[in-house]
């Protein structure tokens, strides 16, 4: 017969609902980092990507290493759309991709205009489009 202990009181019925106060929550963070295990990028992290490619300066040989790297970029990747992992090159004198700009031309008027609106006599090439409204969409 095990022998009884004074000094520690068992456990009464009453004692327990004072002891039934939960921890703070926290499994509702651990879950979500479960559901999504790669936590979006921040907005310098997008930027860092969208710069990798560096804009050409707007002269004749910017103008030419444009078309150099639009060239490069149609060979690797095709039609495929481009991405932060495939990002595509800023045509020279056009505003840096999610700064505002129109995705018909890649430029920022004042007051500004969008692409339904542009009357731009040299519209950017579709896929440069695509990636200005890609990075447009994902830092705004
Ligand atoms: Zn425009």
Redesign the pocket.
Known sequence: MPTQLYGIPAPSPGQNTQMGLRPPNTTNVMDRGNLFPQAPLSRAQILERVNAIPQKPNTESGKQAYEVDVNAWDQMHGNAPPSLEHPYPIKPGMAQAGSGE??????I?DPP???Y????TE?LCPQETHWHQLVMNMLW
Do not use: I, S, Y
Request: glycine share 20%; charged share 5%; net charge negative.
């Open positions: 129109c995705f018909g031309c890649g430029e008027t205009h969008m692409g609106t542009c009357n731009a519209p």
